[in-house]
């Protein structure tokens, strides 16, 4: 009797085709996974998928007005607990700690955070987050541990979502030029690049309002515009331009920031 030739059985054909149609929008969910400063500081409202693992390292350069510039990276962990609840960490390191210290700006200090999906997008509904964070001084120049309450909305229309976010600040602790309260918020918009729907390269501009870091000062407005690309099936690489338009004399011109990230 002939030797039968190996081969795929109907149910691996059936699974391979899935795995084939799954592919574009899981690739499209990882590049859309926004979180803060992952290239702009609105995140949208969904959290990373249930057992996922997301890691980011970026370098951020602040070009100020007056020159006394800064520069430092930033990390982060996110890691999907539950469905529908996402936790995560990240810390910032910025050169000139004490004259940043003044600004209400830390260098080295953990978040912790927990995003966790109220609502689902439907076709007449946002989807709707909550987050919870907590910040620890653990880094130069820091003083007490903050909380942080907020929300986050996104709409989509076929290829373009727009994002709204929302947060209060508690200072556990604070310098004499530092308010105890912050609020702040944010809109942004992304979409896809290509024209064809492929999902290699999103595109995102955004828009945020902080009250004040420092007593007596004007609020801080400012616009980023960015893009994340696809340059693995997980992995992102992504950058974003932004300047603050209000407040200060030494506020940040320019802001460069460059980084990549890998879900696991």
């Known amino acids: 009797m002939a030797a039968r030739r190996p081969g795929l059985s109907p149910l691996g054909v059936l699974a391979l085709a899935a795995l084939f149609l799954a592919a574009p929008s899981a690739r499209a969910q990882f590049l859309s996974n926004l979180e803060p400063e992952r290239p702009i500081d609105v995140e949208d409202a969904t959290p990373i998928p249930f057992r996922a693992v997301s890691a980011a390292v970026d370098w951020t350069y602040n070009f100020r007005k007056g020159g006394l510039n800064d520069q430092g990276p930033g990390f982060s962990i996110l890691y999907g607990a539950l469905r529908n609840l996402e936790v995560g960490a990240a810390d910032r390191y910025v050169t000139r700690p004490g004259r940043n210290a003044l600004r209400g700006i830390s260098s080295g200090d953990l978040e912790l955070h927990a995003l966790y999906g109220v609502l689902s997008e439907t076709e007449r509904y946002p989807a709707v987050a909550a987050r919870i964070g907590v910040v620890f001084p653990t880094g130069l120049d820091s003083r007490g541990t903050d909380l942080e309450l907020g929300g986050a909305l996104t709409r989509s229309f076929n290829s373009i979502r727009l994002h709204g976010n929302f947060q209060w600040t508690r200072l556990g602790d604070r310098l004499p030029t530092e308010r105890s309260n912050r609020l702040e918020g944010g809109l942004a918009i992304d979409f896809l690049a290509s024209p064809e ?40 690489l992504f950058g974003s331009l932004g300047s603050q338009v209000a407040d200060g004399s030494d506020r940040p011109r320019l802001r460069i920031r460059l980084g990549i990230s890998h879900v696991f």
């Open 197 to 236: 729907g492929r999902t290699d390269t999103l595109l995102l501009a955004g828009v945020t309002v902080r009250s004040s870091l420092v007593r007596n000062g004007d609020d801080v407005v400012t616009i980023e515009a960015g893009a994340r690309q696809r340059i693995g099936i997980q992995t992102i």
